[in-house]
């Protein structure tokens, strides 16, 4: 069998092709380029582009962060091959995907609700995917009814999708995508359809069977724990461009746009540093614990500000500011105050000193900041 | 209503009597809130036109003759032939109209909206036109049927197949406008889902969308096949008349009512019993208002 020919104008070539990469997979053995994902996706929609490169190594679970319309699902699509690159490349394995169509990738998809084909039952929609590559029915079957174990759902095998809960259905869904032997999985918010306890527990189980996955696997979220728990590396898209990536340890420590610092809970400025003091761009200086030069972000978390009634004269804080209160929420057991003025903030505090403060829309309050509970980093 | 000025007043009535007293529970929730008489009217006597012949076509029925009638050779024969060639229509349009549905649903290309245009036509062409323009297709003559005569020794005019050719014309864009509309109410994610699994597009259709849209094709092919059942003009104009061979029930009705009226009501009843029947399948899906 020769593969030189890379045509791919027959669906016999396409299929011999997939086997080799497989086999690469399987032995471990080196491809001519390097293994995992290598990807600049290129979609042109009307007045929207998504411009997004991204590389994965084995074994890699990278995270696309992004606000509603940012185009996660459309890089998640274009990997898939449901929609077409404009430009750009996607080489996986060291094999060119670019004009390869969908059935025709080693590619795996989680879609959000799922779609699990409702007409078939569980064992049956996990074993579609290896009958379509070839695999008799029996053959199909028995490597479905291993993931159903795998899942922990043997029981449900024969159950029509309909009769699932959310978790189950996550989980079915997981393994046909799975039941393939997929180089590249792809999660679409996997976990936006499950209600909030049962998020939790298939969070955890996700985390697990990812971790076991050897190959690329690339989810979308708007949700940041869900991306921070289950993710290696974060890519934040916001607009069709990435605009930070990193470990979501780094992106929750230095963020670099408001979305970021909004989504982890930071307080978020732009500025220069001047040794310890920061000049922070149209607002007032800001002063740190680092001594940094040129272009910086300051960031500190909504609970690092405290909250005064009247001017502070006793306090220590050199980041003094006075604020106006425009809108308080509720977050978990503590109050969120939303502060406009020099320095537009989050701050958080207590039930308790809210009333004391007599806080509400349109007060006047003074606002501080430790500088030791502030991080500035360069910009 | 014999003189316009007395109408007003006897349907004043009539609304009265059904807008009801206060202690008639029902009527009062149906109309009680004052259905307007300008639509109240007209709206009865539509109802009145679509109910009274067929009341006339049962008051009429030779009851006490009927099974007799029934049971007459001709009547059974036309009735197998009706029977079989409205099967025989709905199969042809199930094989090719069902493919067609979902070219139109699914493919962009150019020009679909002509192409959706000509495969609604027959459905607003006069049924006669449409056996004139068979003849010219596939009539022994015609630019197609000349060949098929010529290379097959096949004709179809005159024959049992013309009239499946017929009825088929006639029935199959019920069949795929009915199916193309169920494929795009549903939702074409799941082929995408299949396109991921490595199903190719035919794949996809056949082991995910056919199943899904089953109950559309059921109903288009009830539609198609009630339609092929009453098809008259194209029939008689491709296929002819001949008892046995190509007198559907319809032709056989029509026939009928000038030499033995009594006959062509049974006829009529048979084929009005089946009516009710296909629509007493359907009554899920059309005649409970969403």
């Not at chain 1, 390869?100 to 078939?120: I, K």
């Not at chain 1, 050897?214 to 724990?225: C, G, I, Q, S, W």
């Not at chain 2, 009539?139 to 097959?152: H, M, P, S, T």
């Not at chain 2, 004709?155 to 199959?172: C, D, K, R, S, Y």
């Amino acid at each position: 069998m020769t593969h030189t020919e890379k045509t791919r104008k027959t669906e016999k070539a396409e299929k011999a092709l997939k086997a080799e990469q497989s086999a690469y997979g399987a032995t471990g053995v080196p491809g001519p380029a390097p293994a995992g994902l290598d990807a600049h996706l290129v979609v042109d929609r009307g007045s929207f582009r998504l411009d997004v490169a991204l590389t994965a190594a084995p074994g890699d679970v990278v995270a696309l962060l992004g606000p509603n319309g940012a185009g996660k699902t459309t890089a998640l699509r274009a990997l898939a091959g449901l929609t077409p690159l404009t430009d750009g490349r996607l080489r996986l394995d060291g094999a060119a995907l670019e004009r390869t169509a969908p059935e025709s990738r080693p590619v795996g998809v989680v879609f959000q609700d799922y779609l699990l084909f409702p007409h078939l039952t569980a064992l049956d929609n996990v074993a579609f995917g290896p009958r379509c590559h070839g695999a008799t029915k029996a053959e199909a079957r028995a490597r479905a009814a291993e993931w159903l174990e795998r899942m922990g759902l043997a029981d449900h095998a024969g159950a029509k999708p309909r009769r699932l809960s959310g978790g189950q259905a996550q989980r079915i869904a997981l393994a046909r995508a799975l039941a393939t032997n997929p180089r590249l999985l792809l999660l679409d918010e996997p976990l936006a359809a499950l209600d909030a306890r049962t998020r939790l527990e298939v969070r955890t189980q996700l985390r697990r069977h990812l971790a076991e996955f050897e190959a690329v696997a690339v989810l979308v979220t708007h949700d940041p724990l869900d991306a921070m728990v289950l993710a290696d590396r974060l890519v934040v898209i916001e607009d069709g461009h990435i605009v930070q990536e990193g470990t979501p340890a780094d992106i929750a420590r230095h963020p670099r746009t408001d979305y970021i610092a909004h989504l982890v809970g930071l307080n978020l400025y732009k500025g220069r540093a001047e040794g310890h003091t920061v000049q922070v761009d149209d607002g007032p200086a800001i002063t740190t614990t680092e001594d940094l030069t040129g272009p910086v972000f300051v960031a500190f978390p909504p609970s690092a500000v405290t909250l005064y009634r009247d001017r502070p004269t006793g306090s220590s804080a050199r980041n003094l500011w006075q604020c106006e209160v425009a809108g308080l929420e509720t977050h978990g057991d503590q109050i969120r105050a939303d502060l406009t003025g020099e320095l537009p903030l989050a701050a958080d505090l207590t039930t308790v000193a809210a009333a004391e403060l007599d806080l509400h829309p349109g007060a006047t309050v003074w606002a501080t900041v430790k500088a030791a509970q502030t991080n500035a980093y360069p910009a | 209503m014999t003189s316009p000025t007395d109408a007003p007043d006897k349907s004043a009535a009539a609304a009265d009597t059904l807008r009801g007293g206060p202690r008639r529970g029902r009527v009062r929730k149906g109309l009680g809130r004052g259905v307007p008489l300008p639509l109240l009217v007209p709206a009865l006597l539509g109802l009145a036109f679509l109910v009274l012949p067929l009341i006339a076509l049962l008051v009429r029925t030779p009851w006490h003759s009927l099974p007799d009638q029934l049971t007459s050779p001709e009547v059974w024969q036309a009735l197998k032939l009706s029977l079989l060639c409205a099967t025989a229509a709905t199969a042809v349009s199930l094989v090719i109209g069902v493919p067609l549905a979902w070219l139109l649903a699914r493919v962009e290309f150019p020009g679909r909206g002509l192409v959706r245009a000509l495969v609604t036509l027959p459905l607003v062409l006069p049924p006669v036109v449409g056996g004139v323009a068979l003849l010219m297709a596939l009539g022994r003559n015609g630019i197609v049927g000349k060949w098929l005569d010529a290379w097959f020794g096949v004709t179809l005019p005159f024959t049992t197949a013309g009239v499946v050719v017929a009825e088929a014309f006639v029935a199959m864009p019920f069949l795929v406008i009915s199916v193309e509309g169920t494929l795009r109410a549903a939702d074409p994610r799941y082929e995408e889902a299949a396109a991921t699994l490595g199903a190719s597009r035919f794949t996809a259709f056949r082991r995910v969308t056919l199943p899904l849209i089953a109950p559309g094709i059921a109903a288009g092919a009830v539609l198609a096949w009630a339609r092929a059942l009453g098809e008259f003009g194209a029939t008689i104009t491709f296929a002819g008349n001949f008892p046995g061979r190509t007198q559907t029930m319809p032709l056989a009705v029509y026939l009928a009512l000038q030499s033995d009226p009594e006959a062509a009501i049974a006829l009529s009843l048979v084929l009005l019993a089946v009516s009710v029947a296909v629509l007493a399948g359907l009554r899920d899906r059309w005649m409970t208002a969403s």
